[in-house]
C-alpha cells in the first residue's frame, strides 16, 4: 500500500538526557506520518492492507478527541478506503455543525471522509459484544470492525516493526506507554531478550492479563504508579513536567500517554532504580493531535495549559 511505505529511517532514536548514569533515548515514532502518527501508523497498517484487499469499509470506535479515529480517517482517505467512526457521545450529533466547529479531532475526521455515528455512552459500553456489532454490521452492511484503540492480531503485527535489530542489540530496556496492550505486545514479540516496561495510562486491572495473553515471554512488566488519577486526566503537576521537557528538549510530549511514560522513566531514574550504564529507549507514539482538545478542558477549568 502506498500509504504505509517502508519508513523505519524516518524515525529515528534521540538521546535525551543521562540521570543518574542512565542514559535515556526516545524513538521518534511521532516522525513516522503528519496524521497517523506513532502506533496508530502501526496499529492501522495491516488493518488498512486488509480492508483494501477485500473492498471493505473500516468501522471503528472512540472518543471525540480519539487520536484513532483521526488516525483511521486519514489512513482511509489516502488509501481510497470508507471509513465509519462510532463516536462515545449521542449529544454530540444534536447540532453537528457546532460539534465539528468545536472539535478540531472531528473536524479533522470528518474532513478525511469519516462517517460519524454518534451513540450514548450506554450503548458505546456495549460495543465489544457481538450483538452490537451485529447491529452495525446490518446498518453499515460488510464493514472491517477494528477495536477502539486499534488493537488486534493486525496491531501487533505492525507494533512488532517499531524496533529495529540494532534498537534490540545497542538498549537494555525498552519502555512504552500502555493504553490497550496492543503496541507493547507487538513490541514484546519482538524483543524476547530486551527488558521491556509499559507505563500504564489508565486503572485497568485486567490489561496485564491481556497483554499476557498476547506474548508467550516474561521479559516485560506493566508499572501503574504513573497514570495520574486515571485515563484522561492531566494534574497540574503532568502539565509542567510536559511544559519544561518541551523547553528543555525541543519535544512535544501528549499528556494521555508519553507525558506520563516519560514523566514515570524520569522519576524512577532520579530514585536510582535503574542500574548505572542502563540504556533506556522509549518509544514516543504520537498522538500528538489531541492537545487542543486537553487544553480546551482545562481552560474551562482555568488549569494551567499546555504549550
Same mark, same amino acid.
Given at each position: 500500500?502506498?500509504?504505509?511505505?517502508?519508513?523505519?529511517?524516518?524515525?529515528?532514536?534521540?538521546?535525551?538526557?543521562?540521570?543518574?548514569?542512565?542514559?535515556?533515548?526516545?524513538?521518534?515514532?511521532?516522525?513516522?506520518?503528519?496524521?497517523?502518527?506513532?502506533?496508530?501508523?502501526?496499529?492501522?497498517?495491516?488493518?488498512?492492507?486488509?480492508?483494501?484487499?477485500?473492498?471493505?469499509?473500516?468501522? %471503528?470506535?472512540?472518543?471525540? $478527541? /480519539?487520536?484513532?479515529? &483521526? @488516525?483511521?480517517? !486519514?489512513?482511509?482517505?489516502? =488509501? *481510497?478506503?470508507? #471509513?465509519?467512526?462510532?463516536?462515545?457521545?449521542?449529544?454530540?450529533?444534536?447540532?453537528?455543525?457546532?460539534?465539528?466547529?468545536?472539535?478540531?479531532?472531528?473536524?479533522?475526521?470528518?474532513?478525511?471522509?469519516?462517517?460519524?455515528?454518534?451513540?450514548?455512552?450506554?450503548?458505546?459500553?456495549?460495543?465489544?459484544?457481538?450483538?452490537?456489532?451485529?447491529?452495525?454490521?446490518?446498518?453499515?452492511?460488510?464493514?472491517?470492525?477494528?477495536?477502539?484503540?486499534?488493537?488486534?492480531?493486525?496491531?501487533?503485527?505492525?507494533?512488532?516493526?517499531?524496533?529495529?535489530?540494532?534498537?534490540?542489540?545497542?538498549?537494555?530496556?525498552?519502555?512504552?506507554?500502555?493504553?490497550?496492550?496492543?503496541?507493547?505486545?507487538?513490541?514484546?514479540?519482538?524483543?524476547?531478550? %530486551?527488558?521491556?516496561?509499559? $507505563? /500504564?495510562?489508565?486503572? &485497568? @486491572?485486567?490489561? !496485564?492479563?491481556?497483554?499476557? =495473553? *498476547?506474548?508467550? #515471554?516474561?521479559?516485560?512488566?506493566?508499572?501503574?504508579?504513573?497514570?495520574?488519577?486515571?485515563?484522561?486526566?492531566?494534574?497540574?503537576?503532568?502539565?509542567?513536567?510536559?511544559?519544561?521537557?518541551?523547553?528543555?528538549?525541543?519535544?512535544?510530549?501528549?499528556?494521555?500517554?508519553?507525558?506520563?511514560?516519560?514523566?514515570?522513566?524520569?522519576?524512577?531514574?532520579?530514585?536510582?532504580?535503574?542500574?548505572?550504564?542502563?540504556?533506556?529507549?522509549?518509544?514516543?507514539?504520537?498522538?500528538?493531535?489531541?492537545?487542543?482538545?486537553?487544553?480546551?478542558?482545562?481552560?474551562?477549568?482555568?488549569?494551567?495549559?499546555?504549550?
Amino acid at each position: 500500500m502506498s500509504c504505509f511505505p517502508d519508513i523505519n529511517e524516518l524515525t529515528p532514536n534521540q538521546y535525551i538526557d543521562t540521570i543518574n548514569g542512565v542514559e535515556i533515548w526516545l524513538k521518534r515514532e511521532d516522525l513516522l506520518h503528519p496524521f497517523i502518527s506513532g502506533n496508530k501508523y502501526r496499529k492501522l497498517k495491516y488493518n488498512v492492507q486488509d480492508a483494501a484487499s477485500v473492498k471493505k469499509t473500516i468501522l %471503528t470506535f472512540g472518543g471525540a $478527541f /480519539s487520536n484513532h479515529i &483521526a @488516525a483511521t480517517a !486519514a489512513a482511509g482517505k489516502q =488509501a *481510497n478506503i470508507k #471509513t465509519i467512526g462510532v463516536i462515545r457521545g449521542e449529544e454530540l450529533a444534536n447540532d453537528l455543525s457546532k460539534t465539528l466547529a468545536e472539535n478540531s479531532t472531528l473536524q479533522f475526521a470528518h474532513n478525511n471522509g469519516m462517517d460519524l455515528h454518534f451513540v450514548t455512552r450506554q450503548a458505546y459500553r456495549e460495543k465489544h459484544t457481538s450483538i452490537f456489532q451485529e447491529n452495525l454490521k446490518k446498518r453499515f452492511g460488510e464493514v472491517l470492525i477494528v477495536p477502539e484503540g486499534g488493537s488486534n492480531k493486525r496491531a501487533i503485527q505492525g507494533c512488532t516493526e517499531i524496533l529495529s535489530k540494532e534498537d534490540i542489540e545497542n538498549f537494555t530496556q525498552v519502555c512504552c506507554a500502555v493504553g490497550t496492550g496492543g503496541t507493547i505486545s507487538g513490541i514484546i514479540q519482538s524483543a524476547a531478550q %530486551t527488558r521491556i516496561i509499559g $507505563f /500504564s495510562a489508565l486503572k &485497568a @486491572a485486567s490489561l !496485564a492479563t491481556a497483554i499476557a =495473553a *498476547n506474548v508467550n #515471554t516474561s521479559n516485560w512488566q506493566l508499572n501503574t504508579n504513573y497514570i495520574f488519577g486515571g485515563y484522561a486526566k492531566v494534574p497540574e503537576a503532568l502539565v509542567v513536567f510536559i511544559n519544561n521537557f518541551k523547553n528543555q528538549y525541543k519535544i512535544q510530549l501528549d499528556p494521555i500517554y508519553t507525558g506520563k511514560m516519560m514523566y514515570g522513566i524520569f522519576d524512577l531514574c532520579t530514585k536510582g532504580v535503574f542500574p548505572k550504564n542502563t540504556r533506556i529507549l522509549a518509544i514516543h507514539t504520537g498522538g500528538l493531535q489531541g492537545i487542543a482538545g486537553i487544553n480546551k478542558r482545562l481552560k474551562q477549568k482555568n488549569s494551567l495549559q499546555l504549550i
